[in-house]
DNA sequence: GGTTGACCTGGAGTGGACTCCAGGTCGGAT
DNA sequence: ATCCGACCTGGAGTCCACTCCAGGTCAACC
């Protein structure tokens, strides 16, 4: 049953401590175990549920959205109905932006097609 | 040579009137036109301007880099060089996160199906 | 036994991008 | 005439997601 310093999770979630103690004040992350001088020493699980976090934020899910994950997730197993549905509509949200951006990404060249043409 | 009220831009470029007078005050878009009240009246220009604009904003450009660009076109043609090359890199940019959000996508599926597997 | 360096806390500060507000001007409809 | 709605200005306020700071603890290496 290993344990991660703050140095070592900073190292594999990419989050900065800073982040990770803010996460935790907010209750985004449970309340980390501490040693005996009061410092943080994140699990195993603590490291999958950044994981999982990390996935959400970086496809644009807003923090109060991912609060109420985190509740539904400290709720039990019955709320697995309600995550899938809260997914699902995130799922549909990172699709548009892909559509989006495909989109957008065509003007930008063409914007640049035509750039060279005049040169 | 028609013009279009603020209203008409608000309705087809799809920006608040704040956003347009922000943008403007901090010379992103130039000195807009005014009728003899004073009123703001968007020539053909502007709103192909405010259209990439969009395009660049929309697919997360900072400001900062919208108003480099905006230097360069108002630079004159010799800049086309410099355009090229800033676009190029929001293309790769673009780039760098329709890979990210198709990677984070199929983890979300996956969780998906995962809590669906469990049901 | 003194100096690092990694960590702690509560709370203040920052940056980016708007968004809102008070107080005012017009021109047209009732 | 007056009322309304669309617009104006300069400047203040908001929101989000961090990020930084001051002042302190602790363990370990030299």
Redesign the pocket.
Known sequence: MSVY???EVVEETGF????L??YE?IGLLERVG?N?????RFSQEDIGWLGTIKCL?DTGM???QMLRFAELVRAGDHTIPDRIKLLEEHDQQVQGQLQNLVERQQYIRNKISYYRSVL
């Open positions: 310093t703050p140095a900065s401590i800073d982040t103690r803010y004040k501490r005996a001088a009061g410092q943080r934020r807003p923090i109060a």
